[in-house]
């Protein structure tokens, strides 16, 4: 039986849908769409011809297809929980543990207000008398006395009329979404980061910080900026339309390297420099406010930036916060066909992601379980 993999992806811009079959040499790109996202025809037009060419080109008698969704992290208010659960042991941890605890967390879909895109336990913790030890998999067999589940699930209220209308057009299409995920987790996935990562995604209004623990998402926060007003003021100031600003500040950002050495501080280019300089400052005044709500001090956290300003952020957070950053890696296969979101989807999906099992855990402590008002609110997610 073949496996065929289908991923559509939803952004501001644009919607996007591939089809990927999965071989024993990996995944290889069947087609690849996209469309300006002007109105939600759009999307309807796309998922009517994924499955036109499905219809003509697969034999869904003899295949097996999973469908997921990717969403842009801030086209929705999107709420992150994490948690823990509970459950006295009888000496040792049994293979019916497992079974309580899926069985809870399976139980946030009936809740009333949101809708949950993911969920996944992100640490074990067993005690066992004054010793406790902590486990990126489930410990079967460990001895002890309790066993903790420390989880995180993706939420979006069911109140969002937008994003309950596109759940309702994947079931009247009949497409059963084997998986929802956000963007930031299907590209942090692509980059194969173990322990404690943080993805910033840079657009030019809208940066996203989402932090992760073994691919698994645990806190996320959106911050807009307004560039148009900061290409209103460029423009006011020297001269030029918001347009002409705009353009000269793409420009001087795609060749920061160099503008960030010439002396001569009065040319226009230097100008724009310095006002983009300012614009990242503030994003990394974020970034380290994030950083200190969730991070001990000696917490190792690799920072990825992707995005139009990624170059210039990454040197100015390594240089001045000294941070472990990175600028987002293309991957190297099909690199130019299947988008990294998509190729990352397709490691969710098809659980090829490999991920070592065996190590307990010793850097997660420093990690902090801050507890919010979100958390406190909802009652469903309280251990039973």
């Known amino acids: 039986m073949k496996n065929f993999l289908v991923t559509f992806q939803i952004n501001k811009e644009f919607v996007q849908a591939s089809v990927v079959t999965n071989t024993s040499l990996g995944f290889s790109t069947l087609l690849n769409i ?8 759009d999307l309807v037009c796309l998922i009517d011809e994924i499955k036109l060419f499905i219809n003509k080109n697969v034999n869904t008698k003899k295949s097996k297809i999973k469908y997921s969704l990717i969403i842009q992290d801030a086209l929705f208010d999107v709420q992150v929980l994490y948690n823990s659960h509970s459950q006295k042991l009888n000496g040792k941890v049994e293979n019916e543990h497992k079974t309580v605890f899926d069985e809870y967390l399976t139980t946030s879909r009936n809740n009333l207000d949101y809708y949950t895109l993911n969920y996944a336990p992100y640490m074990f913790e067993v005690l066992n008398n004054s010793e406790n030890k902590k486990y990126a998999f489930f410990p079967a067999n460990k001895l002890g006395q309790k066993l903790i589940t420390y989880y995180s699930l993706v939420l979006i209220k069911r109140s969002d009329a937008n994003f309950t209308n596109i759940l309702n057009l994947f079931n009247s299409k009949n497409i059963e979404l084997s998986q929802i995920i956000l963007e930031s987790q299907s590209l942090i996935t692509s980059q194969n980061k173990k322990t404690h990562s943080v993805l910033v995604q840079m657009n030019f209004n809208i940066i996203s ?3 992760f623990f073994n691919s698994i998402v645990l806190y996320k926060e959106n911050k807009l900026l307004n560039f148009n007003e900061v ?7 020297l001269n030029m339309s918001k347009d002409m600003a705009s353009a000269y500040f793409k420009a001087v950002i795609a060749n920061w390297k160099y503008y960030s050495t010439i002396q001569d501080t009065a040319s226009t280019e230097s100008i ?37 300003q990624a170059g210039l952020l990454k ?9 472990n950053v990175s600028t987002y890696e293309q991957i190297p296969v099909e690199q130019n066909i299947l988008p990294a979101s998509h190729y ?20 997660i402590d420093d990690f902090k379980q801050n507890k919010n008002v979100f958390q406190k609110f909802i009652s469903l997610f309280k251990n039973a």
């Open 34 to 41: 996209s469309k300006r996202n002007n109105n939600f025809t």
């Open 272 to 308: 724009i420099f310095g006002v983009c300089e300012k614009m990242l400052h503030k994003i990394i005044d974020e970034i380290e406010k994030q950083h200190q709500i969730h991070y001990n001090k000696e917490q190792y956290v690799e920072y990825v930036v992707s995005g139009s």
């Open 315 to 323: 040197h100015l957070m390594a240089k001045e916060k000294q941070y």
């Open 231 to 237: 290409f209103n003021k460029i423009g006011r100031s």
């Open 344 to 363: 990352g989807a397709c490691l969710m999906v098809d659980e090829k992601i490999n991920t070592n099992l065996i190590e307990t855990l010793n850097d």
């Open 209 to 211: 910080i989402t932090g």
